[in-house]
């Protein structure tokens, strides 16, 4: 069996007026992530991470920000394409675990729904997501509640 691993990282700032959008789920909050696309950071860091594990570098490479077609781009859309590039290239994904870290809001509400969304996205068991959230303890940019950031890792198996 061939495996191969990768894994991504993400952060956007908090601004107000945007929606705070997290795998794909949108949470109530009185700020949002900024960005080019939807700024959903847990979606981009699994997306860097499939890049990885199959070495194509990063979201910047195929959905660059500077880019007037991907101006507030449904990050689920722009993973089912990444998607597409592990499946053409004859890998599957056996599993991702994540972890979103932010102060606020609290995610445990959510993190089934962002799980359910970004499997159905994928074709995969939920059971094959992992998605965690915790805190910075209030230390750095993130702890101070200027930004969000998430981790990702995924595990690719070879097909045949």
Known sequence: MTLRIGNGYDIHRLVAGRPLILGGVNIPYEFGLEGHSDADV???AIMDA???ALSLGDIGLYFPPGDP?????????LLAQVHGMVQERGWRISNIDSVIVAEQPKLKPHIQAMRSRLAEVLTLAPD?????????EALDAVGRQEGMAAYAVALLVKVG
Not at 128 to 136: F, M, P, S
């Open 69 to 77: 077609q991907w101006a507030g781009a449904d990050s689920l859309k």
């Open 42 to 44: 847990l979606t981009h």
């Open 128 to 136: 094959q997501v992992g998605v965690k959230a915790t805190t910075n």
């Open 50 to 52: 499939l890049l990885g």
